[in-house]
């Protein structure tokens, strides 16, 4: 079950990245943070009334607040550092995240078995490899590297801290309905600093009617994302994190993967080579 639930988070967050990355070609990426969490507010907001959440608050949604905190800069310093680029770079690096919950597992006293350690780094190193990383070229820049590990970390702990601000299934709706509502605040506050700045707030051309057009893409990145975050801290209260997060983990895959079938974007070597490893890496630790 962990394992399946695991892999659900990854198809569902590489394609919400898929999503999201398309829609960042024509919409502002703040806009598109904020408008789609906006619908995830609604859609969870109607769920954490039909199930009486709310009856269920308690201390432990702090950590979803903290999740909701934390999302946001850890996704702007990773849009900022793929800016200042080489994308060959900032993904692979991008992945090292995975490293945030796997250690919170290893405090807690998980052991993984011998196979589950190879599956571990077998996988780790797929993931990396299918972000298609650039080993040669222009030196790149530092404040690139610091964003990307700032942004890794970010993305590590909003894992482990969304796994920990719930331990039932209503529990787990009002925690992702108090990290979004977080989510949109934060992220509203960059949007109305980087307008007053002078930064778009509406695409170039079209403007609110590529907005309104764009409402279903919108709506199916913020749900994927949603989902997403609820079978990973459903996998993880029921199965070893360490495992849970490297399988979660293997959503750049997908996205890559997406890419190739959408778009017809063609794979390197090194991308298939990465994917190959992910999978024989997924292969070992559902055997582990």
Same mark, same amino acid.
């Given at each position: 079950?962990?394992? =399946? =639930?695991?892999?659900?988070?990854? /198809?569902?967050?590489?394609?919400?990245?898929? !999503?999201? !990355?398309?829609?960042?070609?024509?919409?502002?990426?703040?806009?598109?943070?904020?408008?789609?969490?906006?619908?995830?507010?609604?859609? /969870?907001?109607?769920?954490?009334?039909?199930?009486?959440?709310?009856?269920?608050?308690?201390?432990? #949604?702090?950590?979803?607040?903290?999740?909701?905190?934390?999302?946001?800069?850890?996704?702007?310093?990773?849009?900022?550092?793929?800016?200042?680029?080489?994308?060959?770079?900032?993904?692979?690096?991008?992945?090292?995240?995975?490293?945030?919950?796997?250690?919170?597992?290893?405090?807690?006293?998980?052991?993984?078995?011998?196979?589950?350690?190879?599956?571990?780094?077998?996988?780790?190193?797929?993931?990396?490899?299918?972000?298609?990383?650039?080993?040669?070229? *222009?030196?790149?820049?530092?404040?690139?590297?610091?964003?990307?590990?700032?942004?890794?970390?970010?993305?590590?702990?909003?894992?482990? #801290?969304?796994?920990?601000?719930?331990?039932?299934?209503?529990?787990?709706?009002?925690? =992702?309905?108090?990290?979004?509502?977080?989510?949109?605040?934060?992220?509203?506050?960059? =949007?109305?600093?980087?307008?007053?700045?002078?930064?778009?707030?509406?695409?170039?051309?079209?403007?609110?009617?590529?907005?309104?057009?764009?409402?279903?893409?919108?709506?199916?990145?913020? #749900?994927?994302?949603?989902?997403?975050?609820?079978?990973?801290?459903?996998?993880?209260?029921? !199965?070893?994190? *360490?495992?849970?997060?490297?399988?979660?983990?293997?959503?750049?895959?997908?996205?890559?993967?997406? *890419? /190739? #079938?959408?778009?017809?974007?063609?794979?390197? *070597?090194?991308?298939?080579? !990465?994917?190959?490893?992910?999978?024989?890496?997924?292969?070992?630790?559902?055997?582990?």
């Amino acid at each position: 079950m962990t394992a =399946l =639930l695991a892999l659900a988070t990854s /198809l569902l967050w590489g394609l919400a990245d898929f !999503g999201g !990355g398309l829609l960042t070609r024509r919409v502002p990426a703040l806009t598109v943070v904020v408008v789609s969490q906006s619908i995830a507010v609604v859609v /969870l907001g109607a769920i954490v009334i039909a199930t009486s959440a709310w009856q269920e608050a308690g201390p432990q #949604l702090w950590y979803a607040v903290g999740a909701g905190v934390v999302g946001p800069v850890a996704m702007l310093s990773f849009y900022k550092a793929l800016a200042l680029g080489p994308m060959g770079v900032v993904s692979p690096l991008g992945a090292l995240g995975v490293a945030v919950p796997v250690g919170v597992g290893l405090l807690l006293g998980e052991r993984p078995g011998l196979l589950q350690f190879a599956g571990i780094g077998v996988a780790v190193a797929g993931v990396v490899l299918a972000g298609g990383p650039e080993l040669r070229g *222009a030196p790149v820049q530092r404040q690139a590297v610091l964003l990307t590990l700032v942004a890794a970390f970010g993305f590590g702990a909003v894992m482990a #801290l969304i796994a920990a601000a719930s331990t039932t299934i209503t529990g787990l709706f009002l925690a =992702l309905f108090v990290q979004r509502v977080t989510n949109v605040a934060a992220g509203g506050a960059a =949007l109305y600093a980087s307008a007053r700045r002078g930064g778009r707030v509406l695409p170039e051309e079209g403007g609110s009617r590529v907005i309104l057009f764009s409402l279903p893409a919108l709506a199916f990145v913020g #749900l994927a994302d949603v989902a997403a975050n609820g079978t990973y801290s459903i996998a993880a209260q029921n !199965g070893p994190v *360490a495992v849970a997060a490297v399988l979660a983990n293997l959503y750049p895959v997908v996205t890559v993967l997406a *890419a /190739l #079938l959408l778009l017809g974007e063609r794979l390197r *070597a090194i991308q298939a080579a !990465g994917a190959g490893l992910a999978l024989a890496g997924t292969v070992l630790l559902a055997a582990g």
